[in-house]
């Protein structure tokens, strides 16, 4: 009943709105909805900026709308996607910006390779690539994408978009996420006969900020979150009465994720008092992952003090989350010994990558640039390459030397040698400062 | 009344491009200390060493995961090697970047940087590079010309002594040194490099030098305006004068800044009250560029005959207010005005 509900407001709203250039009016904020998932008990004020609080007319409007079962739609037929099948869609992939090191690797898979074992073996940009060839069948063999296969069409799609992000191409990502236009559309993506949703979530959540930049409009992802969890609380309530505790659980993670989301987007938007107020809602899960995020803004933000406050507030099960933000906070005020000790005293008892990448910043600080190299050399060659790792490799490279270039090289040489992974395996010239 | 540009006015507003590459802090040679023609043995590389920067990351989903269930984020859109040290799925991570770019300098901030002379000989080279010393002194624009600066870090942990002693370079070392400056004004800054090594070859030797200059320009970080206003009211009953003392804080840089404290510094015979954040326990205010924070201080006489301060022209002095703020990832800036004052009609 409330699905049939909300499919006429969709409709309703529709009427009003000009495409996807504006963003559609929320009615309620569900982030500041009443039943207490995602709002402590001790905020009552709305976290949102006034253009989302909800207008009551237009709410009032929304949800009592007469449940009238979609007559002028016709009958249910199945949705047709060619519109995303469109070649002029996608565009061609720079290799100019691989180092040689990884263009001429024998581990270059080739156009035959399933795209599965592509993005098992980190090969996102021949996915990106595979994903596109096989929704505009060009691919040499392969069945064509019928244009009514919406469950193939949008796991394509979504490979596509997710790993042009993974390698640095959002903003193209952003350009060819345009042609989905307006998720919110039910005519377009709402099956009539079940009354769901036909694109994926996790698509219709990374369409979120793809969209937002693609408008340059960063406000319009918290508004667009914000017309996820309501949707994602109506799931809940529904497997609440179904019963349905595994579906309660994942929508409950995923609203959670919401949360976490627009936080992200508030910071993005350097709306950063914002953010912190915004986290300051949320509840702590007992993983110490939100302590440690609002440790994280208020170091971004420069308040050693309120980081500090987020660390002794963790509990005895937290301890390494409280140390790393201590850490953290002796780096913001520069004292880089006391720091290093504390990143020093983790070695032993764990392996993390940015545990000893933080390491190595600090020992730069400290003026002992070949020790903190030689922590970056040794991390590279266990198998990690995270951009961070690279790049601050390849700046202690520029420091250490005139022929930097050559060492640069070397370095993207011994990173291509690295296995292949889910972690990504080719990686592109800013990685290495080339 | 007016408002008081404290405390004096600003030259004019240099405007710069928001983000230099590190490269962009445009530097030259001076090779006219060294008559000989040769390429030198040893370079010098600088990197301002601003604060590190915590990563950002854009977890999602991986592609081809089952549906309607919660999967981990995909490896590759995290910042660094999974762990459960990583707040995913926050968009800022814990794992720290070196500076990117050289940013904007600005005055009331400590401008460091990391200076590296590197034997850029290769390992079968048949000359030696020995007694490696690196200088610095920052050129100001104003009138005090050209200061000395410290170099760090005083207890080398390669046995480098820091107090002139030079240091012997093997092929592909470095001698890593860190200066630090407090801005204080704005305009033209250079910094100069001077490197000087002694090398050797199996018969002889001799001592080069050269020197590397590196320019930016510091900008005003913050516009203090301030107005003085009497309490009339109170002063016949207690006997002693009272003023209010405003300041409106404006930040005129690229970056939001927090402020931390703002302190007056009386002079003697003064007290004063403190009406800001600090005083009510609130949240220290976050200033996005462009935005002003208005303080209030109540200022007082300690007893009717106090001996406050008068200039001749019949001014009283207050004192000065300092302003302390942070800004990303806990970059430091104090700056100080000017003394404050106001002009005591004549009762």
């Known amino acids: 009943m409330s699905e049939q509900t909300q499919d006429q407001g969709h409709r309703r709203n529709k009427a009003s709105i000009t495409r996807a250039t504006r963003p559609r009016s929320s009615t309620k904020g569900p982030l500041d909805a009443d039943n207490g998932l995602l709002t402590s008990p001790t905020t009552s004020t709305p976290q949102l900026s006034p253009s989302l609080q909800p207008s009551p007319a237009f709410a009032s409007q929304a949800r009592h709308a007469t449940p009238s079962p979609a007559p002028q739609l016709g009958e249910a037929r199945p949705k047709d996607f060619s519109f995303l099948l469109q070649p002029e869609i996608y565009h061609p992939l720079n ?117 937002a930049l693609g408008f340059g409009d960063a406000r319009r992802a918290v508004m667009s979150y914000h017309d996820l969890a309501r949707e994602a609380r109506d799931r809940i309530r529904r497997a609440s009465l179904t019963h349905d505790n595994s579906a309660r659980e994942l929508w409950k993670s995923r609203l959670h994720e919401l949360g976490i989301k627009v936080a992200g ?170 | 009344m007016a408002w008081n540009l404290t405390p004096r006015p600003l030259h004019e507003p240099l405007k710069l491009q928001a983000q230099r590459s590190q490269k962009e802090m445009s530097h030259q040679s001076y090779p006219h200390h060294d008559p000989i023609k040769e390429p030198h043995s040893v370079s010098v590389k600088v990197l301002r060493l601003s604060q590190p920067s915590l990563v950002t990351q854009h977890p999602i989903d991986p592609p081809f995961s089952p549906p309607n269930t919660k999967s981990q984020p995909a490896p590759a859109s995290l910042a660094y090697a999974p762990s459960s040290t990583n ?161 409106q804080l404006e930040n005129c840089s690229e970056d939001v800044m927090q402020l931390e404290k703002v302190v007056l510094d009386v002079e003697d015979g003064l007290g004063y009250h403190d009406c800001n954040w600090a005083s009510d326990g609130d949240q220290k205010p976050v200033l996005h560029p462009g935005e002003i924070e208005q303080v209030c201080f109540l200022v007082h006489e300690k007893g009717a005959d106090s001996g406050v301060r008068m200039t001749p022209d019949g001014r009283i002095i207050f004192g000065v207010l300092g302003i302390g703020w942070r800004g990303e990832m806990g970059c430091r800036g104090y700056l100080s005005t000017g003394k404050l004052g106001a002009r005591i009609p004549v009762r």
Request: charge should be negative.
């Open chain 2, 87 to 247: 707040p995913d799925p926050f968009l800022l991570s814990p794992i720290l970047n070196l500076p990117v770019s050289f940013g904007s300098a600005y005055v009331g901030e400590t401008f460091s940087c990391t200076l590296c002379a590197n034997n850029d000989l290769p390992p079968d080279a048949a000359k030696r590079i020995r007694d490696v010393r690196i200088e610095a002194e920052m050129k100001t624009p104003g009138l005090g010309g050209t200061q000395k600066l410290e170099l760090g870090p005083a207890n080398n942990h390669e046995g480098a002594a820091a107090g002139g002693g030079g240091v012997d370079l093997e092929p592909g070392g470095t001698l890593q040194r860190i200066v630090g400056f407090d801005l204080k004004e704005e305009g033209n800054h250079v910094l100069a490099v001077t490197v000087s090594y002694y090398e050797a070859t199996e018969t002889s030797g001799r001592t080069r030098t050269f020197r590397k200059l590196y320019q930016f320009i510091c900008k005003a970080s913050l516009i203090v305006r301030t107005k003085v206003s009497g309490l009339d009211a109170n002063t016949s009953s207690s006997g002693t004068r009272k003023w209010i003392l405003e300041a």
């Open chain 1, 265 to 434: 987007a508030l910071i993005e938007m350097d709306d950063l008092s914002g953010a912190a107020h915004h986290l300051g809602s949320l509840r702590d899960r007992g993983d110490g992952k939100l302590a440690l995020s609002k440790a994280l803004l208020w170091l971004h933000l420069g308040d050693t003090a309120n980081a500090k406050a987020c660390a002794s507030q963790c509990s005895e099960t937290m301890e390494n989350v409280e140390r790393i933000i201590l850490a953290l906070c002796d780096m913001a005020d520069s004292n880089y010994e006391e720091a290093l000790q504390k990143w020093q005293e983790f070695d032993s008892s764990i392996t993390d990558e940015m545990i000893g990448v933080n390491q190595a910043v600090c020992l730069i600080y400290l003026g002992r640039i070949q020790e903190g190299r030689t922590i970056l050399e040794k991390l590279v060659d266990s198998g990690l390459s995270s951009h961070t790792l690279l790049f601050n490799l390849s700046t202690i490279y520029e420091l250490c030397s005139e022929r930097n270039r050559i060492l640069k090289g070397r370095l993207a040489e011994r990173v291509a040698n690295l296995e292949e992974s889910p972690f990504g395996w080719e990686k592109t010239n800013a990685d290495f400062k080339l």
């Open chain 1, 95 to 211: 290799v100019q910006n691989v180092p040689p090191a990884f263009r001429n690797s024998p581990k270059q898979p080739t156009s035959e390779t399933p795209l599965e074992e592509l993005l098992a073996k980190g090969h996102f940009r021949a996915a990106a690539i595979a994903a596109a060839q096989e929704l505009t069948g060009s691919t040499v063999n392969g069945s064509p994408v019928d244009p009514q296969d919406a469950t193939r069409i949008f796991r394509l799609l979504y490979t596509r978009l997710a790993c042009l992000t993974l390698i640095d191409a959002t903003s193209l990502a952003a350009q060819e996420a345009k042609a989905l236009e307006d998720l919110n559309d039910a005519r377009r993506y709402i099956d009539d006969n079940t009354g769901e949703h036909l694109v994926p979530w996790e698509l219709r959540v990374l369409h979120v900020r793809l969209q």
